[in-house]
């Protein structure tokens, strides 16, 4: 956890030493920060943690929103490596054509002389 969030935490008697935290990170940000600041005696079903639910749905949509964009890229790259493939065969066949061409036209030339 970074320093700056260990420092705001609430001081309640030993709860920060056994609360749990949730430090949600993306693009080296934090998103979202979240204490149950529960010791142990609160750890009871009715204690409100719907927000757990939250923050793990938002850290999975930051998650496939990223592996779309990776997807995005990695097809993109691959498209262009394609199209150079096809660019080069297409260059070395143009010039294996001129080397055909300028020969048949040297030897037609040394038939003259």
Known sequence: MPEEYKKS????GGGSEYAGYLLVTHNEK????????????????????NWIKGAIEQAYELGK????????????NQAQAESDAMAQAEAEAIAEDNARARA??????NERK
Do not use: Q, Y
């Open 9 to 12: 935490l609430s001081e309640n």
């Open 30 to 49: 934090v998103i979202r920060f979240e204490s149950d600041a529960m010791e142990p005696e609160d750890a009871i079903f009715p204690r409100d943690l």
């Open 65 to 76: 929103r990223d592996a779309e964009a990776e997807d995005a890229i990695a097809d993109a």
């Open 104 to 109: 048949s036209s040297l030897s037609r030339i």
